[in-house]
């Protein structure tokens, strides 16, 4: 069964920008947004990690691709991970033949329930007898400066597009096509850790769409290994 492209205005413009960077995303459909928790118990991922993703695919300014369909066929990995710069791989096949990947960096994650989310407010500090301490005397300029950086909005640290050659696009297609299930979802492992990465893969053609939000299981092998071994390319840290 094809899928069915919204193409609502209010979610993106006919190029697929977004309009809203956490609603809308990915499609309205409650039954894709729930994993088995620890417990055995049933969890809504909205609220983490999928709003949080959003935000982040809001600052890479990407498309939403479950809205509106782009010219030929998209994929795109998002990995999002608290020890590396959050990574946006693209790939894009256009007929006849021709295929571009993109590697995105942002400098910073972004503040967890989005972009429109107030920043947390600053801690209250005491001194030794119970009087606050004024907050423009609390701290070093060092410490301000670094305060003022860290409640900005991330921005691109690096933005490269390359084409793929026909051997590269013939090692990357299958791992792609292998990596998504038939149907959208999150997997059960999803919180079983919170000192990995996870990913966020998303596929695009004229006729469907598909997600799929997963625990990266070994940074060497597969999909995973393929695009951040590609990554060394722009110099950044998601190849440690």
Known sequence: MAYIFPRNPAVSDAQGRPRDSLTFYLPAADSLYYYTDESNGRRDARPWPLNHLGGELYYFRAPVLANVPQP??????????????????????????????????????????????????????????????R?????????????AWIRQPPRLACDTTFSLTDTEWRQLRPLLIGALPSRSGVSADINDGFDGAVWLLEAQAPDQYRFWLHREANRTHGLAGWLLRQSSRVGGSTAK
């Open 72 to 133: 030929g066929r998209t994929w795109r990995a998002l990995r999002d991970s608290g020890f590396d710069y959050t990574t946006l791989f693209t790939v894009r096949e256009l007929p006849p033949g021709r295929v571009w990947l993109r590697i995105q960096q942002l400098d910073r994650h972004s503040r967890i329930g989005g972009p429109n989310a107030a920043p947390p407010p600053p801690p209250v500090m005491r001194d030794a007898n119970g009087r606050v301490i």
């Open 135 to 147: 907050r423009d005397t609390s701290t070093t300029a060092e410490q301000r400066a670094y305060g």
